[in-house]
């Protein structure tokens, strides 16, 4: 089979396509054979080293699929089930991958592979953020960053489905408009305009939650944003690593809360797994959040896909096509 490979830390070209055997699952593994790849920040953080991973090795960590083969033990798939995964093991780049059971979820009918693929790191990063993170209720204003992004266009319209006064931030006037057609309230220019004066300006007395992907660019306007007792959610580094923080500065801000959470944690058991992806099936499902058609890159083109998630040059979600 075909798959991207990574012997050492880099940019994007150290990303190779090499032809490997395709690997047969253990007792409790199932083999999904990939109908798209989802392509997603946290990847270009592990290939340039910025979260290190064993090398060499395989990259990307969510795919949707038929299962065309099962471990011994299997209890949860059959062969010719529809099923994807969006938690890792590391290795999605490739045509076909190894995953436990329990890391992997059976598609609804509904939800084509591409859509999956698309949307099932990003949607439970959004529901674990908006349900888990911080609860987010009718009337709360909250703050999203990079609001045309993939995580960004999820939050945006699943806040507006939960009630919430929905802030967007954005880079540019085309994402502005890429937000305003998703429901968001009010819609911010990154480096144009002072977000939190307009934050404040907007709410009164500042945000309820802030949901920030950008990182060391507006780490300290999200921080301001804030009301009293408000919640600053860090949950990428696209722009950078934040910068440090002294938490006597959380007291002077208003008793702030600041949190740095993780997928992982919110679907650490495969209960948890299922819960968290049957409560984004069902907002897809319902059509309170719709999945824009994802740019589409072929396998090989891996490189060139991260190069453009880099430069921030996409809106939504970014699949390769095995």
């Known amino acids: 089979m075909k798959a991207i490979r990574i012997e050492a830390h880099g940019g994007p070209e150290v990303l190779t396509l090499a032809e490997l055997p395709t690997p047969e699952p253990g007792a409790n593994e199932i083999r999904i054979r990939h109908e798209a790849i989802g392509v997603n920040f946290i990847d270009t953080y592990q290939r340039s080293g910025l979260y290190k991973i064993p ?19 299997v209890t949860r798939f059959k062969v010719g089930d529809r099923a994807a995964y969006a938690t890792g093991p590391l290795g999605a780049y490739a045509e ?15 939800i084509g592979p591409e859509a999956a ?20 209720e009718r009337g709360h204003a909250i703050v999203v960053h990079a609001a045309a992004g993939g995580v960004g266009q999820i939050l945006v319209q699943w806040g507006k ?35 939190a004066g307009r934050v404040r300006a907007i709410t009164g007395a500042g945000a309820h ?31 950078g690593a934040p910068p440090d923080i002294n938490p006597l500065a959380l007291s002077q801000k208003g008793s702030l809360f600041l949190t740095r959470p993780t997928l992982f944690h919110y679907t650490a058991t495969t209960e948890m797994l299922d819960e968290t992806a049957a409560d984004l099936f069902d907002v897809l499902e319902k059509g309170a959040v719709k999945i824009a058609p994802p740019t589409r890159y072929k396998l090989a083109d891996a490189a060139q896909a991260h190069r453009d998630l880099a430069a921030r040059k996409t809106t939504g979600s970014l699949v390769l096509a095995p």
């Open 55 to 73: 090398l060499p090795g395989g990259l990307g960590s969510e795919a949707a699929g038929i299962v065309d083969a099962i471990g011994a033990s």
């Open 96 to 110: 076909a991958h190894i995953v436990p059971e329990g890391r992997a979820v059976t598609l609804p009918g509904a």
């Open 117 to 136: 693929a698309a949307s099932m790191l990003k949607g439970m990063t959004a529901r674990y953020l908006l349900r888990k993170t911080f609860r987010v």
């Open 161 to 195: 489905h939960l009630g919430a006064l929905v802030i967007a931030v954005v880079g540019n006037d085309a994402k502005a408009s890429v937000a305003r057609a998703l429901g968001a309230d009010h819609v911010i220019v990154q480096g144009r305009e002072d977000i």
């Open 209 to 239: 939650v802030v949901y920030d992907g950008v990182g060391k660019d507006t780490f300290a306007a999200s921080l301001d944003c804030l009301r009293p007792l408000g919640m600053m959610v860090s949950y990428g580094n696209a722009s």
